[in-house]
């Protein structure tokens, strides 16, 4: 096992210890854990990553037993100093919140209170580059008061966690990179990753996806982009794009009605030293009301990745969206309301349209969509279909396989957009890729990582391969009354074998033989139902 393994596997012990004590008071499978385990957690990494810092400015704490207690020896001055020095993602946090502190001590009475008013002080000082805003400006700081979710013996509670905390160290993983970081955040979110019945977008997207996503939109040296995803859940896909282009060539912006999807993805954030992008983390309703803005105007972006909600009842505010304002924005229509089934309404076609209004002049983007929506003949899919044909904003289209996400059956597909391409498209149906695993209840397919480098590379390449994808121009897929499919556009191929004459008379001798038998049963068939019609007729 290497280090990094060993730090890997330590750190999911801590996560498992931390549900373990949540368990032990009450708290397990509680609506509330997730917050404390997600808190506790950042408040542990923020902590350790200050004592790393500290450690890089100054080599002489490097050298100390306790570089709490010389960094609490340290006059106000002095230790000012050294915080201005540190990297500009580091939080602030002063020697008496430090978890050392709080360990020492736990024997105080009314310790869940001073560690409520901790994490609160430390949410205070740092709330104007940690906080994630709500669409109406409300700050969402980085901590609540933990203690609160407790029943009883919240003293206790809080004395548990700080001995959970205080015997582990992040401080060796701070030269990890982005697979470290998602493994890990995978692992911590993986018992959260639900929303309600499934009614807004996910909080996690698998990997081969986002992979594929980022690297087919990104295959050349970027730098000082803007990258954004409407409906960000825990922003899987912003990171894996974000890690392509590089975490610091990049600012990523994102808005999501979910409160709790828009912690996820700060925490995702601090793991992946993406701090500065922050701000722009906005926690409200995309459709309705849009946040980011320039002037009067929505705000366009160089990237764009989603993978929205495919079905939404958004029938409270569907009459809202019909005005004159959005006459340009949802260009194609939007979705009536049915008597029936409201849940059914389907959303993604306005998030499908938001984004190709948000995109720059030159702007890319990768959206997940209903397989659905590739081919259908009519209705508001046909008229976005058209819209990116005539207006020559399409790059291509991949097919997944079903089950790529094991808590729907719903078939998906990418649909990547580039307002530059006026060339061919390449279309790739990479439905039939990948291997069947269990997930729990649920059947899920997983695309291997030979098959994950073979659509990436057809893509970028624009390469025909046979069985697997087309390249097409514009005019094609037009007369192809607009069908974004691979499959409707393969050729259909004719195996000829030569044979000999009287190969030709035994196997036309065959077919005859066969006819008559199946002629000759038809008949026994018919002769019997109307004999008994017949005797049903005389009863």
Same mark, same amino acid.
């Given at each position: 096992m290497t280090e990094t393994q060993k730090f890997q596997a330590k750190t999911k012990e801590l996560i498992d210890g931390l549900k373990s004590t949540c368990a032990n008071y009450g708290l397990g499978n509680d609506g509330n854990e997730f917050k404390i385990i997600t808190q506790v957690f950042l408040y542990k990494f923020l902590n350790d990553k200050f004592i790393y810092e500290a450690r890089q400015v100054d080599p002489s704490l490097a050298e100390g037993d306790n570089v709490e207690e010389q960094l609490a020896g340290m006059n106000n001055d002095d230790f000012e100093l050294l915080y201005r020095q540190m990297d500009e993602d580091t939080a602030r946090i002063f020697p008496g919140q430090f978890i050392s502190s709080l360990f020492n001590r736990q024997n105080e009475d009314r310790f869940a209170k001073l560690f409520d008013s901790t994490l609160l002080d430390i949410a205070g000082q740092n709330s104007d580059i940690f906080s994630v805003v709500t669409d109406t400006g409300r700050k969402i700081v980085l901590f609540e008061e933990l203690s609160e979710y407790v029943a009883s013996k919240r003293d206790d509670f809080c004395r548990a966690i700080i001995n959970r905390l205080a015997e582990f160290s992040f401080e060796h993983i701070f030269n990890e990179k982005f697979d470290f970081y998602s493994t890990i955040f995978e692992y911590l979110i993986k018992d959260y990753n639900s929303n309600s019945g499934g009614k807004y977008a996910e909080y996690f997207t698998p990997h081969a996806v986002s992979k594929i996503m980022a690297r087919c939109l990104v295959n050349e040296g970027v730098s000082n982009v803007t990258i954004y995803d409407p409906s960000a859940g825990s922003g899987t896909l912003l990171m894996n794009l974000a890690h392509q282009i590089g975490e610091d060539r990049c600012t990523i912006y994102s808005q999501d009605i979910s409160q709790k999807s828009s912690q996820l993805l700060r925490l995702n954030l601090i793991l992946n030293n993406l701090v500065h992008s922050i701000p722009h983390i906005v926690q409200g309703n995309t459709i309705l009301e849009p946040y980011h803005k320039e002037g009067s105007r929505l705000q366009q972006f160089d990237y764009i990745v989603s993978n929205p909600p495919f079905k939404l009842d958004f029938s409270d505010f569907r009459d809202d969206l019909d005005k004159d304002s959005n006459i340009n924005r949802f260009f194609a229509g939007i979705p009536t309301i049915p008597k029936k089934q409201k849940d059914k309404m389907a959303i993604y076609q306005l998030f499908l349209q938001h984004i190709m209004y948000s995109l720059k002049k030159d702007g890319k983007a990768a959206i997940v969509v209903p397989t659905g929506f590739i081919t259908a003949q009519s209705g508001i899919d046909k008229k976005i279909r058209e819209a990116v044909v005539k207006e020559k904003m399409l790059a291509g289209?991949?097919?997944?396989? @079903? *089950?790529?996400?094991?808590?729907?059956?719903?078939? #998906?597909?990418?649909?990547?957009? /580039?307002? $530059? *391409? &006026?060339?061919?498209? #390449? !279309?790739? /149906?990479?439905?039939? !890729?990948?291997?069947?695993?269990?997930?729990? &209840?649920? =059947?899920?397919?997983? !695309?291997?990582?030979? +098959? +994950? +480098? !073979? #659509? %990436?590379?057809?893509?970028? $390449? &624009? +390469? =025909?391969? /046979?069985?697997?994808?087309?390249?097409? @121009?514009? /005019?094609?897929?037009?007369?192809?009354?607009? @069908?974004? @499919?691979?499959? =409707?556009?393969?050729?259909? &191929? %004719?195996e000829y074998i030569d044979i000999t004459e009287e190969e030709f008379k035994s196997k036309l001798s065959g077919f005859e033989k066969d006819l008559k038998e199946l002629f000759a049963e038809g008949k026994e068939l018919e002769e019997a139902i109307e004999e008994n019609l017949k005797s049903l007729k005389y009863e």
């Open positions: 289209v991949v097919s997944m396989p @079903s *089950n790529i996400f094991a808590n729907t059956g719903t078939n #998906v597909s990418v649909i990547f957009l /580039d307002k $530059q *391409n &006026k060339g061919d498209v #390449v !279309l790739i /149906d990479a439905s039939n !890729l990948g291997k069947t695993v269990k997930e729990g &209840k649920n =059947q899920k397919t997983v !695309l291997q990582p030979d +098959e +994950e +480098e !073979l #659509v %990436i590379s057809t893509f970028c $390449q &624009k +390469e =025909q391969v /046979d069985e697997l994808s087309v390249v097409v @121009s514009y /005019d094609e897929i037009k007369a192809k009354n607009y @069908s974004l @499919s691979a499959g =409707q556009y393969f050729e259909i &191929k %004719i």
